[in-house]
C-alpha cells in the first residue's frame, strides 16, 4: 500500500525536474524515503521512479523540439500548460489523500516540491511570454518604420508631381503669350517661302528650257512645225554596209510621222530614216518596207537619247533608247548597200511629195536636236551606253560628227546654247 502512494509522488517529482530550467537534464533525483512503518520496508532500500527510465527520455525530445521552433515551444508551453494542469490536479487530489493518511511525515517535503514546481513553472513562462513580447515589440517597430518611410515617399511625390504641374502651368502661359507673336513670325517665313519657290520654279523653267543633255554646248531648234525649217548634212562619204547613230531629241509634239533625220537618193528617198510616230521611235533601212518599232519610249519636252545600229551581213538591226537596248530585229535589208551621193536632212524628208520638189508640213520636226552624230561600223554595247551619259557630246562619228560634219540651217532652224 504504502509502494503503491510513493510511486506517483516519485513521478510528480521527476515531472517537476523536468520542466524546471534551473535543474539540468543529467540530474537524477533519487528518492529516499527512511520510514519505520509496519509494512516492514528497509531503511536501506533504494526506490527507484520508473520516470527516470522512460518519462526523462519523453521530456526530453519535448525540450528538444521546443528549441528547435519558436512556434513550437508556444505551441508546446500551452500544450504542457493544459498537461501540468490536469496532472496538478490529480496529483492534489492524490496528496490530499497522501496528507490524509501521512500528514505528519510528508506535509513539509510536499508544500517545498510544490512551492518549488510552482515557481519554476511562473518563471518558465514569464521567461517565454517576455520573449514573445520583445519579438512582437521589434516587428511592431519594424511596421512603423516601414509605414513613416511610406508616408514619407508618398509626400515626396507629391510635392514633386505638384512642383512639375505648376511649371507645366507656367510655360503654358508664356507659350499662349509668344503664340501670337509666334504665328505672325511663321506667317511671314511662309510667305517667304512660297516667293523662293516660286522664284526656283521660275528658274527651274528656265534652266530645264536651256539645259543641254550629254555635256552638249549647242543645239539646233526648230521652233514650230513649217516645210521651210529643217537643216541639211554634208557628210563626206556615206557607202554604207553598216552603220550606227545616236541622237539626243525634244520634240514639242510627235504626229504619226515625225522625221528626226533622213537620207536617201532619187531612186529611194528611204534609205535611212528615223521618224517619230506619237511616243514610239521607228528606224527604216533601205525601203519603208523594213522597220525597227521601239514603242512608248519618247515623252514630249523630255529629252531622250536614241541610237540605232545596222549590219548588212546579217541584216540585224537594234534601237536604244536611253542607254536600254529596247528592240532587235533581224533580216532587215540584209545584203543591201547604203549609196552615196543622197540627200541628208534634219528635222525632213525629201520625197518629192509635193510641187517644186519640196517638203511635206505634217513630216516637219519642231523641238530640240543635239549630239547627233554617225558610225560606218556597228558599236559595242559600251560604246552605245557612253553616248547617253554627261560625256555623250564628247564622242563624235566618223561619218558624221557632231560640231565638226558642216549643217546648215534653213528657214527659222537656229543653233541655241
Known amino acids: ?74 505551441m508546446l508551453l500551452q500544450t504542457v500548460d493544459e498537461v501540468v494542469s490536469v496532472e496538478l490536479e490529480s496529483l492534489r487530489a492524490e496528496m490530499l489523500q497522501f496528507v490524509s493518511n501521512f500528514a505528519g511525515a510528508c506535509a513539509s517535503n510536499i508544500e517545498k516540491s510544490t512551492v518549488k514546481i510552482t515557481t519554476e513553472l511562473n518563471r518558465s513562462l514569464a521567461s517565454k ?143 535611212i530614216q528615223l521618224y517619230l510616230n506619237h511616243q514610239s521611235s521607228v528606224l527604216v533601212i533601205g525601203g519603208d518596207q523594213n522597220k525597227v518599232i521601239a514603242d512608248n519610249v519618247v515623252e514630249p519636252s523630255n529629252w531622250t537619247n536614241v541610237c540605232g545600229t545596222w549590219s548588212s551581213e546579217n541584216g540585224k538591226a537594234t534601237l536604244w533608247v536611253n542607254g536600254n537596248n529596247r528592240v532587235t530585229s533581224y533580216d532587215i535589208a540584209k545584203g543591201h548597200e547604203i549609196p552615196n551621193r543622197g540627200i541628208f536632212q534634219l528635222g525632213q524628208e525629201k520625197n518629192g511629195c509635193c510641187v517644186g520638189g519640196g517638203f511635206d508640213e505634217l513630216l516637219s520636226f519642231s523641238g530640240k536636236i543635239t549630239g547627233f552624230n554617225l558610225w560606218d561600223k556597228e558599236l559595242s554595247d559600251e560604246e552605245i551606253t557612253l553616248t547617253g ?29
Open 1 to 74: 500500500m504504502i509502494f503503491s502512494l510513493i510511486t506517483p509522488l516519485n513521478i510528480l517529482v521527476c515531472a517537476v525536474c523536468c520542466f524546471s530550467t534551473a535543474l539540468t537534464i543529467d540530474d537524477i533525483i533519487h528518492v529516499k524515503l527512511n520510514n519505520d512503518l509496519e509494512n516492514g520496508i528497509l531503511e536501506n532500500e533504494e526506490v527507484f521512479s520508473d520516470c527516470q527510465v522512460k518519462d526523462m527520455t519523453k521530456w526530453d525530445k519535448l525540450f528538444t523540439m521546443l528549441e528547435n521552433s519558436q512556434m513550437r515551444e508556444n
Open 129 to 271: 511570454c517576455e520573449q514573445a513580447q520583445r519579438r512582437e515589440n521589434s516587428l511592431n517597430t519594424k511596421k512603423e518604420n516601414d509605414l513613416e518611410n511610406a508616408v514619407l515617399l508618398n509626400f515626396n511625390i507629391s510635392e514633386r508631381i505638384s512642383r512639375i504641374e505648376e511649371a507645366l502651368l507656367l510655360r503654358t502661359t508664356e507659350d499662349s503669350s509668344n503664340c501670337a507673336e509666334t504665328s505672325s513670325a511663321l506667317e511671314a517665313v511662309q510667305q517667304m517661302l512660297d516667293q523662293t519657290n516660286a522664284k526656283l520654279q521660275t528658274a527651274q523653267s528656265w534652266i530645264s528650257q536651256r539645259y543641254l543633255p550629254g555635256g552638249c554646248e549647242l543645239a539646233i531648234l526648230f521652233p514650230m512645225r513649217s516645210p521651210k525649217i529643217y537643216a541639211s548634212v554634208h557628210p563626206a562619204d556615206m557607202t554604207l554596209q553598216a552603220f550606227s547613230f545616236c541622237v539626243w531629241v525634244k520634240v514639242t509634239e510627235a504626229l504619226d510621222k515625225t522625221i528626226v533625220f533622213s537620207y536617201g537618193t532619187k531612186r529611194n528617198p528611204y534609205e
Open 389 to 417: 551619259t554627261e560625256q555623250g557630246c564628247s564622242v563624235r562619228g566618223n561619218v558624221v560628227g557632231w560640231g565638226t560634219t558642216e549643217i546648215l540651217l534653213h528657214g527659222g532652224a537656229q543653233y541655241i546654247h
